[in-house]
């Protein structure tokens, strides 16, 4: 019956900790719903804001070469392994030294692999258009 009761008052513990999670994140929107000023849609309430000036031709007339997204998702992969990265070094001590080198030596040396296949693709060299 003890055990049950420490379940019981564990479990009210993570559903408090949940509800109260949810209720930071969705406080500041309902405050700001109903703290906001509340207007009327005019004809240039959904355009662009853009710089005081008047918005001219529509947003899909200029498109992006496909080496710039390509450039973009590299630096996020690469962003998110280097964050990997300082975990990795603070539990550095805990493991043997010797294992611990090399598996960062593997993980770094993927990385580069990785770089050096994007670079041998082409995805570094940025094409100029001068159609403007």
């Known amino acids: 019956m003890l055990i ?3 379940s019981l008052i564990e479990f ?3 559903m408090l900790f949940l509800g109260v999670g ?27 804001y853009e710089c005081g000036m008047e918005p001219y ?6 498109r992006y070469g496909v080496a710039y997204y390509l450039y973009a998702l590299i630096f996020l992969a690469f962003d998110v ?19 611990a080198v090399v598996e960062f ?14 670079w041998v693709k082409g995805v570094f ?4 258009r001068n159609n403007l």
């Open 22 to 48: 949810f209720m930071a994140a969705f406080a500041p929107f309902i405050v700001a719903w109903l703290l906001g000023p509340k207007r009327k849609e005019t004809p240039s309430h959904g355009s662009n």
């Open 12 to 14: 009210m513990y993570i």
């Open 4 to 6: 049950e009761e420490q």
């Open 105 to 118: 030596i593997i993980f770094v040396g993927i990385l580069s692999l990785a770089i050096v296949y994007a």
């Open 81 to 99: 392994d280097i964050l990997f990265l300082f975990p990795v070094a603070t539990a550095f001590h805990e493991a043997s030294p010797l294992r």
């Open 57 to 62: 031709g529509q947003a899909w007339d200029f």
């Open 125 to 128: 060299n940025w094409q100029r």
